[in-house]
């Protein structure tokens, strides 16, 4: 029976062709694992009596469609006498030492073993039995907490990528609709982790693909990643697949996730504060009895009274050819309905409600009361030991940026003379203060830093002593220029 194990990721080591340096030698990489389109380098040395011999002549053979041992005729895969080499085979070494085989869109027709051999003007040597290319696809499949029904919000999904050879220190990544999920912490939720992302799984399954060219009584070592997906919610719905590093381009057959929502709803976002001039969107969900077929979306503000966003006006209507100005909808009609506004200001604040209608007689819905959206602008003020006197070198200052609403995890930065400062915090002190010290400065939060408060114009004047030292040093150059003019003589 064929057992498959899926092991923690472990250097394989093979033994090559170890000589001394005055033999005949080739030396080729462990067994390499690539996945199906990516391209893959077959490592290769080798060694000769370089004082005695010269390279003539390079050759690569392939298992496949070259049954003799020692590599001597055709066909090749590489014959560095012939112009051309095989379909996606390039020779990427030399005619010293080096005899790595790069094969690029590599297919399951191109596993098995390769040879290379080597022709010097009187010798010539192959290693065999060479190198072992494994080829496998990227496998991706689903089990979730529902078994074979439909998913649902509140079930849990486990999404398990798999390959059937072990890599060189495999990466997977994962996307949704064709997007890059982050690799820390993604999707996360207030108060509970959204999707945990794994490294190579230790538990016993069975390959969905078994390559025609290999042995069915070959051990297989499987290496894989799993995504878990909990407390599912309509949002959750999408397009997710895998890839591995460094190609994330070579991707997995997608799997699809319905999850049908239970009844109708929409969810926003908490409370949203933004600054004046930043760009800030509405996070927003929704879901619907899974049968029906979204037709229409709508947005209104506050500033439409009928409370169901029934009539106009609306600031996005997916009926109409264009938003209000600033709107802009970036969600979908399957269950994302969050609304951008692009340089917000102070007549933007107040409550949004979205409004969704489907193919179903008396399929609409609208979420109240909707979510609640307050503009700020960023105030900066100071305060010093000086009190409210001019300042003066050795002095302190306290600049401090503050906005009346909270932003979700407020980062602050600074600004002089519209140069980034490396401080941050609400609060900027500088103490023991110089003539270097004065400018405009200005803060900003992240990460729109371009919209910044007004500015604050701190001058630093210099002390009395030096004010008077610097007049002492002036009259005294006065008094030496005008001596030089009284003793130097006219000319006659």
């Known amino acids: 029976m064929k057992t498959l194990h899926l092991l923690a990721l472990t250097l394989l080591t093979l033994t090559g062709v170890f000589s001394d340096s005055s033999e005949w030698g080739v030396n080729y990489s462990e067994p390499i694992c690539a996945v199906r389109g990516s391209s893959v380098s077959i490592s290769c040395t080798y060694f000769y009596p370089g004082s005695v ?72 040597y192959t290693a065999f039995p060479g190198a072992t290319f494994y080829i496998t696809a990227l496998e991706l499949w689903m089990s979730s907490s529902s078994g074979n029904r439909t998913l649902k919000e509140g079930d849990s999904v486990n999404l398990t990528c798999a390959v059937n050879c072990t890599p060189s220190s495999p990466q997977f990544v994962w996307f949704k609709n064709g997007k890059r999920l982050p690799e820390s912490d993604p999707l996360r939720k207030t108060g509970s982790e959204k999707l945990v992302v794994t490294g190579c799984l230790q538990v016993s399954i069975w390959p969905i693909v078994h390559p025609d060219w290999l042995d069915t009584d070959t051990e297989l070592f499987y290496t894989a990643s799993v995504l878990h997906l909990s407390n599912l919610t309509v949002g959750d719905s999408g397009r997710y697949s895998c890839a591995l590093k460094p190609d994330e381009s070579i991707r997995s057959e997608p799997v699809q996730l319905n999850i049908g929502g239970g009844k109708w709803r929409v969810n926003y976002s908490e409370p949203i504060c933004a600054v004046r001039g930043s760009s800030v969107s509405i996070s927003c969900t929704y879901s619907y009895p899974q049968s029906h077929v979204v037709q229409r979306v709508r947005w209104c503000s506050n500033n439409n009274t009928e409370p169901h966003c029934r009539d106009p006006p609306y600031v996005y209507d997916s009926d109409s050819s264009t938003a209000s100005e600033g709107f802009e909808f970036v969600g979908d009609k399957t269950s994302n309905c969050t609304l951008l506004i692009r340089n917000v200001q102070f007549s933007h604040s107040g409550g949004y409600r979205f409004r969704f209608i489907t193919d179903v007689t008396n399929g609409n819905w609208a979420g109240l009361p909707g979510a609640t959206f307050t503009v700020t602008a960023l105030e900066l003020w100071m305060s010093s030991s000086s009190g409210d006197r001019t300042l003066k070198e050795g002095d302190s200052v306290n600049l401090t940026c503050a906005v009346n609403c909270t932003p979700s995890s407020p980062q602050f930065v600074w600004f002089k003379n519209g140069e980034r400062l490396p401080e941050s915090g609400s609060i900027l002190h500088l103490c023991n203060l110089t003539v270097g010290d004065s400018g ?50 006219f000319p006659k």
């Open 53 to 124: 011999h010269e390279v003539q002549r390079l050759l690569w053979c392939s298992n496949n469609t070259n049954t003799k041992s020692h590599c001597t005729d055709p066909p090749y895969v590489y014959d560095s006498d012939s112009s051309t080499a095989s379909g996606d085979f390039e020779f990427v070494g030399d005619k010293k030492s080096n005899c790595t085989l790069l094969i690029k869109n590599v297919q399951f027709s191109h596993s098995g073993g390769y040879r290379f051999r080597f022709i010097t003007d009187d010798n010539n």
């Open 440 to 489: 405009r400065y200005s803060c900003a939060l992240k990460p729109d830093e371009s919209v910044r408060s007004e500015p604050v114009q701190l001058n630093i004047g210099g002390s009395s002593s030096l004010l008077m030292f610097s007049a002492l040093v002036i009259i005294g150059l006065m008094v030496v220029s005008l001596t030089l003019i009284i003793l130097t003589p």
